[in-house]
């Protein structure tokens, strides 16, 4: 029964429902700030879903796992510095900038934006859509599944013996 809970603990399990939550979600943020693309991303690295523009062929998996390996490395430098964590971060290029947000405590959301728009829209209008999807990944933590129901208790050992059974 631990390990149950530790699995649900340390995995998201998205459902098809959900993905079109945080998609709801991004894709408002989108319209209202006029950036280009936006990427939630778990803190392993793992893409969980993207709208917007494409982002150049190939790439997207790669900036997900820098951007979670740069989340990493500047959790070392706040603490070097005092700090817990850094929330954001932010780079500046000559076309495209990059705004980088902490969601939770497993969770980043990756924003593209150019000269349509400026990092004073991007932030403020990421400040609602952070605590909207933040409160659909709290459901999600809490272990709802998509029909917004608790999963049983004993969910992981019952799936190991219908697994079992098949195998």
């Known amino acids: 029964m631990a390990r149950d809970q530790d699995l649900r603990q340390n995995r998201l399990v998205f459902y098809a429902r959900d993905v079109e939550r945080l998609d709801g979600e991004l894709d408002a943020f989108l319209e209202l700030s006029n950036a280009r693309s936006a990427l939630l991303i778990d803190k ?5 879903t993207r709208r917007g523009e494409p982002i150049q062929a190939g790439s997207v998996e ?52 150019d000269e349509r728009t400026n990092l ?28 917004g129901e608790q999963l049983s208790e004993h969910f992981g050992a019952d799936a190991a013996a219908a697994l079992d059974k098949i195998l």
Request: proline share 0%.
């Open 44 to 48: 392993e690295g793992h893409l969980v």
């Open 62 to 113: 790669s900036i997900a796992a820098l951007v979670a390996g740069s989340f990493a490395a500047t959790r070392e430098m706040a603490r070097l510095l005092g700090e817990q964590q850094f929330s954001s971060l932010f780079h500046q290029g000559q076309r495209d900038s990059i705004q980088l947000q902490l969601i939770g405590d497993r969770t980043l959301l990756a924003i593209v934006f």
């Open 120 to 147: 004073g829209l991007v932030r403020f209008y990421a400040q609602e859509a952070v605590r909207n999807i933040e409160g659909i990944l709290r459901e999600l933590s809490e272990g709802r599944n998509e029909g």
